[in-house]
């Protein structure tokens, strides 16, 4: 009896210390960052994605095991469908747009038929920029050369995408960004250059396919701020929108780098109308590249040049709940790596990532600045280790969210705690 109820007390014993082991493993992954790198002076034939773990307890990236991954159309921009299955990658270089699974920890294999190409009868179209809807059934993409922005079905088995009835469908003067809002049904594209009137083009998405139809009133004006003085030539350039949350609904943000500023438009729920907010535009200090919305908190974050090579920063700013008009948040602007040209923000709004591209100052040598965010106030702490090595010409960044269960997570947990060759650039 005494020996049976012996091993029963050390078979417990020993469950009891997996299971806190298995718990221990499992707090050490936040999710997973993606880098596209463009290659820099190397050509597109050097394009590659990188890819990290981030460490639960301090934000710290850990480079996955795989990583870089090879991606030689010059990778552009990257979306994460919103169940972190597939990451999709607009590839500047060849006009094509590159479609991954995301594996058990975190490692990327290309789907069936990738790259997909936009058009084969047709070169130059330069897709700058991708969104996925938050349903997971749409692919987004903004053309900078053609001005238009295509769009594609998700294959919800393999992730392989489909070009939808009508694709392409016209935008704005050289469009730069493109986003879907949280309800799924608008899409809202960037649009502009240098000393000319730049736009948001605004679609309603066709639930069935993907289609795109231009919203009452489209494209909507980004205005050129009167205030500023000394100006040499009157002209506003949207580079990047995102969407948050607000008591009445819902706002886009839009960053204007030639202009130094953020626009704020108020979203009507049901027709997608955009109506600009008097409140705006907010001060950026120098040239806003991208900005992100912390989807878990009331803050947004903006990359940019300011204040001169070899640090650019990164803007914070507490979101007003009712009106979404912006406040500096206490700190800002924090200091990044060179040129920060995206910005990313992990899935439980714990961490913030920006991609630093480098220029021929320093050989294009790429690195990604993360931060701690304080849910109090939004402001941001270097994690340790920052910045980390990234490839040559970072170009955008992404987060996805680890899925925390399944022989995929447990094959994660057991990378993470891994040796690492890769060290961080100090």
């Not at 920890?105 to 969104?131: C, K, N, Y």
């Not at 987004?140 to 001005?147: G, I």
């Not at 406040?327 to 913030?352: C, K, L």
Request: charged share 10%; with cysteine; glycine share 12%.
């Amino acid at each position: 009896m005494f020996k049976l109820s012996k091993a029963f007390f050390l078979g417990c014993c020993l469950c009891l210390v997996c299971a806190a082991k298995e718990t221990t493993l499992q707090a050490q992954s936040a999710g997973l960052v993606y880098v596209t790198n463009a290659g820099g002076n190397s050509g597109a034939a050097a394009g590659s994605i990188s890819a990290y773990s981030i460490d639960s307890q301090t934000g710290s990236l850990l480079p996955v095991p795989g990583s870089p991954f090879a991606d030689p159309g010059g990778p552009w921009s990257i979306a994460v469908d919103p169940k972190s299955r597939f990451a999709y990658i607009a590839n500047r270089g060849d006009d094509t747009i590159s479609a991954y699974a995301i594996g058990g920890t975190g490692a990327l294999t290309p789907v069936p038929g990738s790259p997909f190409p936009q058009d084969p009868t047709a070169s130059g179209e330069l897709p700058v920029s991708v969104a996925v809807d938050p349903a997971g059934k749409f692919v987004f993409v903004a053309n900078y050369n053609y001005r238009t922005v295509r769009a594609y079905q998700i294959d919800q088995n393999t992730g392989a995408l489909t070009q939808a009835p009508g694709s392409p469908f016209p935008a704005g003067t050289n469009p730069q960004s493109v986003t879907v809002d949280l309800s799924g049904k608008f899409v809202y594209v960037a649009s502009g250059y240098h000393n000319a009137n730049g736009t948001v083009s605004a679609y309603t998405i066709e639930q069935s396919n993907g289609s795109l139809t231009p919203i009452p009133g489209s494209p909507f004006t980004v205005p050129t701020d009167r205030s500023k003085t000394g100006f040499p030539a009157p002209g506003t350039m949207p580079c990047s929108v995102t969407v948050h949350a607000t008591a009445a609904g819902q706002a886009l943000y839009v960053a204007d780098s030639f202009q130094n500023g953020i626009w704020l438009y108020v979203i009507d729920g049901a027709t997608g109308v955009l109506a600009l907010s008097p409140a705006s535009p907010f001060s950026v200090p120098g040239g806003p590249y991208s900005v992100k919305a912390n989807s878990s908190g009331p803050f947004l974050y903006a990359s940019n040049s300011y204040p001169s090579y070899p640090t650019g920063s990164v803007a914070g700013y507490t979101i007003d709940t009712v009106t979404g008009s912006l406040t500096a948040v206490p700190g800002s602007p924090f200091v990044a790596g060179a040129v920060p040209v995206g910005t990313a923000v992990d899935p439980a709004g714990r961490f913030v990532f920006t991609a630093n591209q480098g220029s021929s100052m320093n050989n294009f040598t790429g690195t990604v600045s993360a931060y701690a965010v304080d849910a109090n106030t939004g402001a941001l702490a270097p994690v340790p280790g920052s910045p980390f090595a990234a490839g040559l010409e970072p170009t955008s960044i992404a987060t996805a969210r680890d899925p925390g269960a399944g022989a995929g997570a447990r094959q994660r947990r057991k990378a993470l705690n891994a040796p690492v060759k890769g060290k961080p650039i100090y």
